[in-house]
Structure formats: structure tokens, C-alpha cells
């Protein structure tokens, strides 16, 4: 599992991500203080926190394709 912050302070930000990440087979979380969503759920997504970083797990074995796609959503 990776974790890496990302940030989606937009509506459009939000909707762009889960659509970045619903190519891939893998399974993704958010975890925002103590709520752990389905990275894939735009629902999901807008009941947390948007104003700051999340953190996202990335359960998957080989993560390159996967961290080149999120690269505009992820806090250095």
C-alpha cells in the first residue's frame, strides 16, 4: 500500500480525480481525521473536509502508471 497527500479543493478537481482513478483495477481510500471513504465515490468525496490535504491509500502492487495520473492532484 502507498499513501500520498492530494488535494481536491474544487468541484471540478473532484470530479476530474475520480475519473482518473476509475480507469484503474485497484482499491483506493481517503482517510480525512478518523472517516476512511471509497476513493471512487464523488458522494463520498464531498462529505469530507475539502479544504485541506487527504490522504490517499493506494492498495495496489505496482503504483507508477497510477502516481503519474494523480501527479495534479498531489501535495509536495
Known amino acids: 500500500m502507498n499513501s ?3 488535494s481536491l479543493n474544487s468541484i471540478e478537481k473532484v470530479k476530474s480525480f475520480v475519473n482518473d482513478i476509475a480507469r484503474f483495477e485497484a482499491d483506493f481510500d ?3 481525521g478518523r472517516y476512511v471513504i ?6 463520498g468525496i464531498f462529505s469530507l473536509d475539502l479544504s ?4 490517499l491509500n493506494i492498495h495496489a502492487d505496482d503504483t507508477t ?3 503519474e ?3 495534479p ?3 509536495a
Not at 38 to 43: C, H, L, P
Open 4 to 6: 500520498v497527500q492530494i
Open 30 to 32: 481517503l482517510v480525512s
Open 38 to 43: 471509497d476513493a471512487k465515490s464523488i458522494m
Open 52 to 55: 485541506k490535504p487527504i490522504t
Open 65 to 67: 502508471a497510477i502516481l
Open 69 to 71: 495520473a494523480l501527479k
Open 73 to 75: 492532484y498531489i501535495v
